[in-house]
Antibody, heavy 115, light 110 residues
């Protein structure tokens, strides 16, 4: 079955760009949506955006000016870039398969924004 | 856009059924059949229980069911078990071509 694994720096400095990768195994990427969601410690879920396997995107208006998602089907990877980060962007970041009858999430990766 | 409204907490005894509500508007829950429900145990990643209002991903117990009426979606858990104690979130597609989550509901199994 499809499995997802997030990876990237666990510490990012304020004003810099957060970059994460989601590696997908066990299935095709091209005909599905892939989402990024984050969760600050002790708080609820926040949808960041999604990307289709062909590259079309939808973003949360709250992030629209700072977020970029991309997909590389040859590497089975989805990427997230969030620019101009601040302490408010400290959270666990999850990637998830968000279409089809199987919708697994990755285990998440903690990103801390601090100097 | 405001988060969907869920009760902060619900509780039930083993074997009972409970329902968690998720209230939005005609711009999200009421306007689309794209409501999902998620279960999250402490320290774990969320797991999809229901998608598209009432569909269960493969492997999810049929004790979990979803429905929608107007601007309110509901998750029902029947035959409550101790392992169901967790945080539950709803989510919906919106007219802004984005998704939104509820604030979460803590389920306590008495």
């Amino acid at each position: 079955q499809v499995q997802l694994q997030e990876s990237g720096p666990g510490l990012v400095k304020p004003s810099e760009t957060l970059s994460l990768t989601c590696s997908v195994s066990g299935g095709s990427m091209s005909s599905f949506y892939w989402s990024w969601i984050r969760q600050p410690a002790g708080k609820g879920l926040e949808w960041i955006g999604r990307i289709y396997g062909t590259g079309s995107t939808n973003y949360n208006p709250s992030f629209k000016s700072r977020v970029t998602m991309s997909v590389d089907t040859s590497k089975n990877q989805v990427s997230l870039r969030l620019s101009s980060v601040s302490a408010a962007d400290t959270a666990i970041y999850y990637c998830a398969k968000s279409s089809g009858s199987s919708r697994p999430w990755g285990q998440g990766t903690l990103v801390t924004v601090s100097s | 856009q405001s988060a969907l409204t869920q009760p902060a907490s619900v509780s039930g005894s083993p074997g009972q059924s409970i329902t968690i509500s998720c209230t939005g508007s005609s711009s999200d829950v009421g306007g689309y059949n794209y409501v999902s429900w998620y279960q999250q145990h402490p320290g774990k990643a969320p797991k999809v229980l229901i998608y598209d209002v009432s569909n269960r991903p493969s492997g999810v117990s049929n004790r979990f069911s979803g429905s929608k009426s107007g601007n309110t979606a509901s998750l029902t858990i029947s035959g409550l078990q101790a392992e169901d104690e967790a945080e539950y979130y709803c989510g919906s597609w919106t007219s802004s071509s984005s998704a939104i989550f509820g604030g979460g509901t803590k389920l306590t199994v008495l």
